[in-house]
């Protein structure tokens, strides 16, 4: 279920100062959440350190635009859902989808991240 904590985990990503960004994590993560990043970042944790993360994207993308691009699919306290970073000229950068992991009472714990298309199966 797409809810307020996944909107403002989202709108995050697309925060352009540092004040609303803050205030969006701190709507959607617990103080001490992971974020696990598939690239050399590896494992952050923390609010400071996953706002750190995404401020750099748009450094490095600048105008680039985050979205949520599928419905949630929820249980026991996890969710998974697709996403796309698009470029300030709308092309797509890059897609994946997130694995999360929730509190009891609806906080982000941890967040996965995958990107691109699942891999073919070896045969």
Do not use: C, K
């Amino acid at each position: 279920m797409f809810d307020s904590v996944l909107a403002a985990y989202d709108e995050a990503w697309n925060a352009r100062d540092t004040r609303t960004r803050r205030r969006l994590l701190e709507q959607s993560l617990i103080p001490n959440a992971e974020l696990v990043d598939p690239t050399t970042a590896g494992r952050l944790t923390g609010i400071d350190a996953i706002a750190g993360r995404i401020e750099g994207l748009g450094e490095r993308f600048p105008g680039a635009r985050v979205a949520i691009t599928s419905g949630v699919d929820e249980h026991h306290g996890f969710a998974r859902y697709a996403w796309t970073i698009a470029g300030h000229d709308g092309r797509t950068i890059l897609d994946g989808i997130d694995v999360v992991e929730r509190t009891d009472i609806g906080l982000i714990r941890r967040v996965v991240m995958f990107f691109g298309p699942l891999p073919p199966r070896e045969r």
